[in-house]
């Protein structure tokens, strides 16, 4: 049997497009992609985590939003770390469900400031995080798109 150079559990045959998927995902901007979600996700996560925690009675909806905002970036951070089809299929949901989100937020805090006594992930369209609350999704649909098409 030639020797195709794949050792151990993980090997996959030459040609085979699952292990090209794998490696598609989180390599070259997905592995940027993979980085930001990775701190969008700790950031979200432990700043939903504190608020809900110890300020819930200020602005509960508000942190209700950044804790499913945290959610949403750790379903596309694993998504992305694994990679394959399905994966990538599932963070295309999720980067389309989060833009969505940060659109709908955006435009709410705008309308109604009122019902945000506190700021959100998305609050502003993510003006608080430079905007990438907006940009991530967007750039993380064209990333998955492109690497549905390799």
Do not use: H, K
Request: proline residues 6%; aromatic residues 10%.
């Amino acid at each position: 049997m030639p020797d195709t150079g794949n050792t151990g559990p993980t090997a996959q045959a030459p040609g085979d497009s699952a292990a090209g998927a794998r490696a598609r995902l989180g390599a070259g901007p997905g592995r940027l992609l993979l980085a930001l979600y990775g701190v969008f996700t700790v950031a979200a996560a432990s700043r939903s985590a504190y608020q809900l925690a110890v300020q819930f009675d200020e602005a509960p909806l508000a942190y209700a939003l950044s804790a499913l905002a945290a959610l949403v970036y750790a379903f596309i951070t694993v998504s992305l770390a694994r990679g394959g089809e399905t994966a990538r299929r599932a963070a295309t949901v999720c980067c389309a469900a989060e833009l969505l989100g940060v659109l709908a937020v955006g435009t709410w805090t705008l309308l109604e400031p009122s019902a945000f006594p506190d700021q959100t992930v998305w609050s502003d369209y993510g003006m608080g995080y430079l905007f990438l609350p907006l940009v991530l999704p967007v750039t993380g649909l064209v990333w998955l798109r492109r690497a549905r098409r390799s």
